[in-house]
């Protein structure tokens, strides 16, 4: 329990501007269009991990912290999102959609083991980009982005 949650509290205490080719356009703009169509809150906490890429293709994982979903986004993000889609399908929700080991899954098709999470979960809170959403009176976003790093 100690170990996760030093995992959780590290990106909070070594945050630097985000920058560079492991944060992506649309990213920022997907997290945002996102947010307005989820989120019921005022405040929005996101933590993108860097870009992967697997058969030529690159992706990344978001986890929305407020909302405890990991999303699988394929990049670059297309300008029509459909944000039903990564909610849904590409979604997980942390708090359903998780099983303790990989045995558990036996034949689901949207169940996941928490190995797994554990580890894109770390990519995202150790190694990626967090983004916060903040919405005024208005409804107006302010949006901050920086960069997390491991102590």
């Not at 293709?57 to 889609?85: Q, R, S």
């Not at 998780?98 to 949207?110: E, F, G, K, Q, R």
Request: glycine share 6%; proline share 3%; charged share 25%.
């Amino acid at each position: 329990m100690i170990k996760f949650l030093q995992l959780l509290l590290a990106p909070v205490l070594f945050s630097l501007p985000c920058s560079g080719s492991e944060f992506k356009d649309g990213i920022e703009e997907f997290v945002q269009g996102f947010s307005e169509t989820y989120s019921e809150g005022d405040i929005d906490f996101f933590y993108v991990s860097t870009t992967l890429q697997k058969e030529n293709k690159e992706y990344a994982y978001i986890y929305w912290m407020t909302g405890n979903i990991l999303i699988i986004v394929d990049l670059p993000i297309d300008d029509n999102v459909d944000y039903w889609w990564y909610r849904n399908k590409a979604g997980i929700d942390l708090s359903k959609d998780l099983v303790a080991t990989p045995d558990d899954i036996h034949s689901s098709t949207y169940l996941t083991d928490s190995i797994w999470v554990e580890e894109r979960l770390k990519d995202c809170l150790s190694d990626g980009c967090k983004i916060i959403i903040k919405r005024g009176e208005n409804r107006s976003v302010n949006t901050t982005t920086t960069t997390t790093t491991s102590p």
